[in-house]
Structure formats: structure tokens, C-alpha cells
């Protein structure tokens, strides 16, 4: 089992910033693809970027340019940091967790933090 804890999310104005971080535990967690996804109102849930355990990264088009994906293997945390934001950004942001790669299928999900863009 990998328990996955999102913290960071909260209010931003367009152009802002804001740092998600996500906490993993459990077993061999950190040798894990992680991942962040995200779903708006009335939307289906989309990738956002994912990370190996090697630290390969992908980025959804919507996002390449403006938001990082890193982690720090000996936290067994990952963090998202989200720069020049705007409105179609707003969704709760989910990570998940996967021995292989993460995809919207994957086991392993945080609970969720929201966040919202104002113009």
C-alpha cells in the first residue's frame, strides 16, 4: 500500500504562483512513477506531469512552460510548482502513485487539494 498526502493548494491570481507538494509512505514508495492530475467542474480528470523514479519528466501541453515537476527521493515527496497561472488552471489537483507509470488508471491517489485561479 502507498498513502499519498497533497498539501499547498489555496487561491492565486492570474500570473501567480503556487508549490504543491505531495507526501508519500508506504512500501518502496520511493521507487515509484509519480504523478499530478487534475479535474474541474464538470470535467473528467487529465494529466497534468508525471516523474520517474529516475527523475524522467512529461508534461501535458496545457502546462509545458509553466509548471515543474521535481521530487526529493529522500522525502519521498514530489512537488508540482505552478507559475504564471490563469483561470483554466483552476481544478483539485490530485497526485497519484504507480510502480510503473502513472496514468489516470493508476491505484495509488491523494485526496485532492484545490486550487483557484481569479482573473
Known amino acids: 500500500q502507498v498513502q499519498l498526502v497533497e498539501s499547498g493548494g489555496g487561491l492565486a491570481q492570474a500570473g501567480g504562483s503556487l508549490r504543491l507538494s505531495c507526501a508519500a509512505s508506504?512500501?518502496?514508495?520511493?521507487?515509484?512513477?509519480m504523478g499530478w492530475f487534475r479535474q474541474a467542474p464538470g470535467k473528467e480528470r487529465e494529466f497534468v506531469a508525471r516523474i520517474t523514479w529516475t527523475g524522467m519528466t512529461t508534461y501535458a501541453d496545457s502546462v509545458k512552460g509553466r509548471f515543474t515537476i521535481s521530487r526529493d527521493n529522500a522525502k519521498n515527496t514530489v512537488y508540482l510548482q505552478m507559475n504564471s497561472l490563469n483561470p483554466e488552471d483552476t481544478a483539485v489537483y490530485y497526485c497519484?502513485?504507480?510502480?510503473?507509470?502513472?496514468?489516470?488508471?493508476?491505484?495509488?491517489w491523494g485526496q485532492g487539494t484545490q486550487v483557484t485561479v481569479s482573473s
Open positions: 508506504g512500501r518502496t514508495s520511493s521507487r515509484y512513477s
Open positions: 497519484a502513485a504507480d510502480p510503473s507509470i502513472v496514468t489516470t488508471r493508476s491505484e495509488y
